[in-house]
């Protein structure tokens, strides 16, 4: 299988990227970046652009998009919107249009309509892939995820502090997820052919 890797960076899509270069399933991978990644494999072919030309994108039969940023790295709600909503429906319509089949989308717990600007972006992802005839489309919705991040976020580590001292109290669906099982899902799920619309809360999350 040919696999499309858009935020390979990120704490999720690193993940992703050292589990899909492992596995014999992936005949390569593509991971276009803003920066050249840090890592050579022959199965790797990383692209490096500013996505403002999408014409580095290649054809693919899976796309696993883990692409995000935060309100505070964006800078506005405008400029989150425009990343997390409008930047991963173009791409995701660029990739169907050249002929890729399952697209499998790192969302979040509690995406839905609302006031809340992060879970209704994510539901309105959510929604937009769902639209564009997609054979196979899965939406993950991890909690809190666990892991060591080069920029604070001061609301995730409060929330994991919490989650650290409350423990089995909190109910499974609330707890924090490893960002290596939340890849692991990812990417088991983009090599099923079932095709469909799915969605996988957090306490399903894992290998």
């Given at each position: 299988m040919?696999?499309?890797l858009l935020g390979a960076?990120?704490?999720?899509?690193n993940n992703v990227l050292h589990l899909a270069l492992k596995n014999e399933q992936i005949e390569s991978v593509i991971a276009p970046t803003?920066?050249?990644?840090?890592?050579?494999?022959?199965?790797?072919?990383?692209?490096?652009?500013?996505?403002?030309n999408l014409s580095s994108?290649?054809?693919c039969d899976a796309v696993i998009c883990a692409l995000g940023t935060t309100l505070k790295k964006a800078g506005s709600a405008e400029a989150f919107v425009k990343i997390d909503r409008d930047l991963v429906l173009k791409l995701a319509q660029?990739?169907?249009?050249?002929?890729?089949?399952?697209?499998?989308?790192?969302?979040?717990?509690?995406a839905r309509p609302g006031n809340n600007l992060y879970?209704?972006?994510k539901f309105e992802v959510e929604q937009g892939i769902e639209q564009m005839g997609f054979k196979r489309v899965v939406h993950v919705r991890p909690s809190l995820i666990k892991t060591v991040r080069a920029e604070r976020r001061l609301a995730e580590e409060l929330g994991l502090v919490v989650s650290s001292i409350l423990g089995p109290l909190i109910p499974k669906k609330f707890r924090p997820v490893e960002a290596?099982?939340?890849?692991?899902?990812?990417l088991q799920e983009s090599l099923k052919d079932r095709p469909g619309v799915f969605i996988i809360e957090s306490e399903k999350i894992g290998p």
């Open positions: 040919k696999l499309l960076t990120g704490a999720v899509g803003r920066k050249p990644l840090d890592l050579i494999h022959p199965k790797l072919t990383n692209p490096v652009t500013d996505f403002s994108l290649e054809d660029t990739c169907y249009e050249m002929g890729a089949k399952t697209f499998i989308l790192n969302s979040s717990l509690g879970l209704r972006t290596l099982a939340i890849g692991q899902t990812l």
